[in-house]
């Protein structure tokens, strides 16, 4: 089984161009339990060592002509699509999503870095109107420097690049913190980093203790940013830790995506999009359908679709080709989801389908549809990170945008209508980052990708994703005759 990632498998991490520290900590696969690999135990020391070679590697990489950084860069994408068969079998492995999804994944995150390798070449600045007769104006673009990032265990592989590509691009230089459960695919990363020719120190991976390092990166004054993915929780945590040393934050925080289904929505293309919005990945994406609004014409006819679609969904360990559903990523995770399904039931939900622990035992979850769903249950206060759905009754538009808006969270919403005037409307009126419409699947590096509210701060991916990365500098020239 290992022979397909022994190519890209690293036991060690990765701190100025050097594999260092002892593989202690055990990675092990969340659909069988078995250990995949063991990584090191690293903690604050390193991780201050990591930042000094990155604040050292930042006086070279920024100053290295924009041309040699995007070949660099598209070095390191050529080398991901040479092994994406092998990254996303350790994806699969070590985070448990199907091999199809992970190939996906993979061909998705490399795709930040094709695109960023062209936009280190387009950084421009700006010569503004002068106020004065003998004064001009300008604008410099420089690279923020040090960036500290905190990545989750979700999308191992294109998390990491949706954040580190730009920065890299922009001439900043990245230490890198994967999660805990799913470090093996950012060293395999690393590792392509070192094979593409990144000077020493200009990218690092540090594992260990996550806490001593998430402490070191956002209090070290060297390190002037942190782009963090992962929970809310943890980001406000980030966010005031940095608060000292008044470090940029860039936040991709938790969503509780509606997804609104009106009477006049081509049925087939909603059932389609809400499976696939909300299924990915077993339901562990921040941008998962949480709260299914199904306008009360259509509500029977489209929970009974449903129900037959998700029946049919083959659940199981990844590497089989079959397997449509993974495990969750740990015990938490599958605690999580079985006190949302309680809860709901409890509260007068029923279950059209699933609603337990799987057969296969360990992290599986039935893949579940509840209807009578509503808003004063724990399902519709946070989201679920799991394969429920939980389905709402609604008749009014102007109910539904306002429920749909009420929640501290806005990072992706959904809308399934043939209208055009109400496709505008919702498109207005949603008070979200991201508005996908009659479809359940919108992420690519040439959108931006990002939340209002408690669901962040900054844009990934697009051309606005590398102007986190970058300082406005104000040049005034004087004195001209
Ligand atoms: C996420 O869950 O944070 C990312 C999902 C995506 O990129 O589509």
């Known amino acids: 089984m ?3 990632i022994n190519k890209i498998l690293q ?8 594999w260092i520290g002892e593989s202690i900590d055990p990675v092990s696969n969340p659909a069988t339990g078995k250990e995949i690999a ?4 690293l903690g604050a020391h390193e991780t201050r060592q990591a930042i000094e070679a990155a604040s050292s590697a930042l ?3 920024k100053k290295i002509l924009p041309k040699e950084r995007s070949g660099i860069l598209r070095k390191w994408f050529d ?5 994406r068969d092998e990254l996303a079998h350790l994806v699969t492995l070590e985070q448990g999503k199907p091999l199809a999804e992970a190939r996906a994944e993979v061909t998705y995150g490399a795709s930040f870095v094709e695109f960023y390798a062209e936009e280190a070449k387009r950084i421009n600045g700006d010569v503004l109107p002068a106020h004065r007769a003998d004064g001009r104006n300008f604008v410099l673009k420089q690279p923020i420097g040090v960036v500290g990032a905190i990545t989750p265990w979700n999308f191992p592989h294109a998390m990491i690049t949706r954040k580190v590509a730009p920065a890299l691009a922009a001439g900043c230089t990245v230490v890198c913190k994967p999660a805990p459960d799913t470090p093996l695919t950012a060293l395999a990363l690393a590792h392509l980093a070192q094979q593409a020719g990144f000077p020493d120190g200009v990218f690092n991976v540090i594992t260990g203790d996550a806490q001593a390092i998430g402490e070191e990166l956002t209090s070290n004054p060297l390190v002037r940013m942190i782009a963090f993915t992962g929970s809310t929780a943890v980001g406000k945590l980030l966010m005031g830790q940095c608060a000292q040393t008044v470090k940029r934050v860039a936040l991709e925080l938790g969503g509780n995506a509606p997804f609104i289904i009106f009477d006049d929505a081509d049925m087939d293309k909603a059932i389609n999009a809400v499976v696939a919005s909300k299924f990915r990945n077993a339901g562990q994406t921040c941008v998962c359908a949480n709260r299914i609004f199904v306008h009360d014409k259509i509500y029977d006819e489209f929970a009974q679709l449903l129900s037959v679609t998700v029946e049919n969904f083959s659940v199981g360990e990844g590497l089989d080709a079959n397997v449509n559903i993974g495990p969750l990523i740990n015990t938490k995770a599958l605690e999580k989801v079985e006190h949302h399904v309680e809860n709901a039931t409890q509260k007068g939900a029923s279950i059209l389908t699933g609603g337990a622990r799987h057969d296969l035992s360990g992290n599986f979850y039935q893949p579940t549809v509840l209807s009578g769903v509503t808003t004063d249950m724990q399902l519709a206060k946070e989201e679920t990170f799991g394969p429920v759905a ?3 009754r609604f008749s009014s538009e102007d109910d539904v945008v306002a429920e749909a808006n009420n929640t501290t969270s806005g990072l992706a919403a959904y809308v399934c209508t043939e209208n055009i005037s109400r496709i505008w409307r919702m498109a207005e009126d949603l008070e979200y980052g991201i508005v996908s419409v009659n479809e ?15 669901s ?10 590398i102007e986190e990365f970058l300082e406005l500098k104000f040049v005034f020239l004087g004195g001209l005759s």
Request: glycine content about 18%.
């Open 2 to 4: 290992h022979q397909m």
């Open 390 to 392: 939980g389905l709402f």
């Open 59 to 61: 006086q070279i990489w």
């Open 456 to 465: 962040g701060l900054g844009r990934e991916g697009s051309h606005y994703g």
């Open 79 to 83: 080398l991901q699509i040479e092994h």
């Open 38 to 41: 063991k990584i090191p135990h």
């Open 440 to 454: 359940g699947v919108f992420s690519n590096e040439l959108a931006p990708f990002g939340g209002m509210k408690e």
């Open 11 to 18: 036991h060690q991490c990765y701190v100025n161009g050097q």
